[in-house]
């Protein structure tokens, strides 16, 4: 039995209820018989994504008796039955049949379970119980394989584990041979891996790392609609999306947008599943793990979002999107940056697009600010060692903390040659005036320090990474140059 947290579980999906609503007028009615619980809650809760949540919830009479029952049916996927003890007891397919029974030994799971009326569940507890008993072999050979056994019984353990996983394989083959169309050999297609042909039918009759590489890549979705939002409510589509895009997608901007492109093309047909691919790329790429991504998360608002085609995001969210998405715009890796029109340390103004250098670095700081404090001088000493003699400047901007702070700061860490500047009461007050974009929204400025590197020609070449990263992308680009 596996334990879950039903801090998530209990709260429901908004769109769950709309979808169920709209999917048919029968309803459902699952009875429920599950010994030896009487008169207490068992619920019905069901996988969206990587999360859980409740679908349905029923209190059991004293016979162990009760009904999951609604005006609605329920969207098609894979739920669980859950415990008082909010323990997943097993899981359940719910697609065309939705009025069975299910009749379970909560002390004896999966033996002591059985359907009636749903032949998709008697096929998928067949498949259960097979997978157990070759589940549990190959976890035990893996077991085995692990305490390091001499060459010729590891030879046997591996050549016993391939036959385990090719009578799996050969299991999920023949159901789908047998109904195409069905909800499990939909999702045993899901679950398949693309079959590498050998090396001697591949290029040249030898094996070959980038044909096989394209060729897993090319077949990865065989067999899988993204207009199928039943996909939606299984726990290892989102999984198989993720590995998707983890390893075999290049880690651009480009590439990414054209394959997150080509999905919601596909998924289109299904509000479901467009509403699914869509958030979950939204809130992968506007905090990306890494730099230059959240130009995915600009296009996807441009596209999509700020078109019209997101209306499922709440008031709130939206505003959140809008506020991320206006900031980001303004300083996309490649694009120039905009121009900083500040007052240095005397008060005279000073432009960010007055320095002529190779490279500028741009440092977002707040002499109040304790990771300030370690960060700026450090900042500075690689300057003087490094950065000064390949006529780098630096162009230091102070976000907050008093004038005067600010001033002592520079005095007292030595911060010469530096362009100090900062941003008057009067300037600020002006641009809100005039509904002009503060530097905070144009360099998506939300903590210090924060750093950016631009070329000669003042576009954003990194941002946002610390000092030494920096320097690694000097590095690089010098040696291109």
Request: charged share 25%; proline share 5%; with cysteine.
């Amino acid at each position: 039995m596996l334990k879950s947290s039903f801090i998530v579980l209990l709260c429901a999906l908004i769109s769950f209820g709309a979808e169920a609503q709209s999917a048919g007028i029968q309803g459902h009615d699952i009875a429920i018989s599950l010994t030896p619980i009487k008169n207490q809650w068992v619920y019905l809760g069901f996988y969206y994504g990587k999360i859980k949540a409740l679908a349905d919830s029923v209190r059991l009479d004293a016979n162990s008796s009760g009904h999951f029952k609604g005006k609605n049916r329920l969207p098609g996927g894979i739920y669980f039955l859950v415990s008082p003890k909010k323990e997943i007891l097993f899981e359940v397919l719910i697609d065309k049949d939705q009025h069975f029974s299910i009749r379970a030994d909560s002390a004896n799971i999966p033996a002591g379970l059985s359907f009636e009326g749903s032949s998709t569940n008697q096929h998928f507890q067949k498949y259960s119980l097979f997978a157990g008993v070759n589940g549990a072999e190959m976890a035990g050979l893996q077991e085995k394989l692990s305490k390091h056994p001499p060459k010729p019984d590891s030879i046997a353990i591996i050549e016993r584990s391939k036959v385990l996983a090719q009578r799996m394989q050969q299991y999920r083959d023949s159901a789908i041979r047998a109904d195409d169309s069905s909800f499990l050999a939909l999702l045993f297609k899901a679950m398949k891996e693309p079959e590498i042909p050998p090396a001697s039918k591949q290029p040249g009759g030898k094996y070959d790392s980038q044909y096989v590489f394209q060729y897993y890549r090319a077949h990865y979705w065989d067999g899988i609609s993204f207009a199928d939002e039943r996909l939606v409510r299984t726990p290892f589509f989102e999984q198989k999306v993720d590995k998707y895009f983890n390893e075999l997608v290049v880690p651009q901007p480009d590439s990414i947008i054209r394959e997150v492109d080509n999905m919601l093309l596909q998924a289109r047909t299904s509000s479901e599943m467009f509403q699914f691919l869509l958030v979950k790329f939204v809130q992968q790429y506007v905090n990306p793990q890494y730099m230059g991504q959240d130009a995915v998360f600009v296009h996807l608002f441009e596209k999509y979002i700020n078109a019209g085609r997101a209306p499922f995001f709440t008031p709130q969210y939206r505003e959140f999107i809008d506020k991320r998405a206006y900031s980001l715009m303004a300083n996309l890796i490649g694009k120039p940056a905009a121009d900083l029109n500040l007052l240095d340390t005397s008060g005279k103004p000073r432009s960010l697009y007055e320095i002529e250098a190779p490279y500028t670095v741009v440092v977002f700081w707040d002499p109040t600010c304790g990771h300030c404090k370690e960060v700026v001088p450090k900042v500075d000493s690689i300057f003087k060692a490094k950065w000064a003699g390949m006529n780098i400047k630096l162009f230091g901007v102070k976000v907050d903390g008093s004038k005067e702070d600010w001033i002592k700061f520079i005095k007292e860490h030595d911060l010469k040659n530096w362009e100090h500047v900062y941003q008057s009461t009067a300037q600020h007050d002006e641009e809100i005036k005039a509904g002009r974009p503060n530097f905070r929204q144009l360099y998506d400025v939300y903590s210090t320090p924060m750093l950016y590197l631009l070329d000669k020609e003042k576009k954003i070449l990194a941002k946002k990474l610390t000092y030494l990263q920096i320097d690694d992308v000097i590095n690089v680009k010098s040696r291109k140059s």
